[in-house]
């Protein structure tokens, strides 16, 4: 399983950013997707779900300014960010894990810094 995560960058305070995970080595479609970020000295922390049923779940602190969604054709998972804020600053990773598959997986990580 590969996850590659794409898109991060620098931008200002309530600006927007797209973030792309492109997936391989599974059958995309049959796994639950997830992104999850870690600030600098704080612990890795989930930020949204998406389900297969293309249900989802979002991290209080992100529910209405973040969309989690799905596109099971080109096997990528995106998360749009809106209203951004310096909070938000983090390092965003891509995850496949339990239930759907035995172990975790991840991807390298992209970097989103928003700047007040």
């Known amino acids: 399983v590969q996850l590659v995560e794409s898109g991060g960058g620098l931008v200002q305070a309530e600006d927007s950013l797209r973030l792309s995970c492109a997936a391989s080595?599974?059958?995309?479609?049959?796994?639950?997707m997830g992104w999850f970020r870690q600030a600098p000295g704080k612990d890795r922390d989930l930020v949204a779900r998406?389900?297969?049923?293309?249900?989802?779940v979002y991290a209080d602190s992100v529910q209405g300014r973040f969309t989690i969604s799905r596109d099971d054709v080109k096997s990528t998972v995106y998360l749009q960010m809106t209203t951004l804020t310096p909070e938000d600053t983090a390092v965003y990773y891509c995850h496949v894990g339990p239930p759907y598959t035995g172990t975790d997986y991840w991807g390298q990580g992209t970097q989103v810094t928003v700047s007040s």
């Open positions: 080595g599974l059958t995309f479609n049959r796994y639950g």
């Open positions: 998406i389900f297969t049923t293309r249900a989802t």
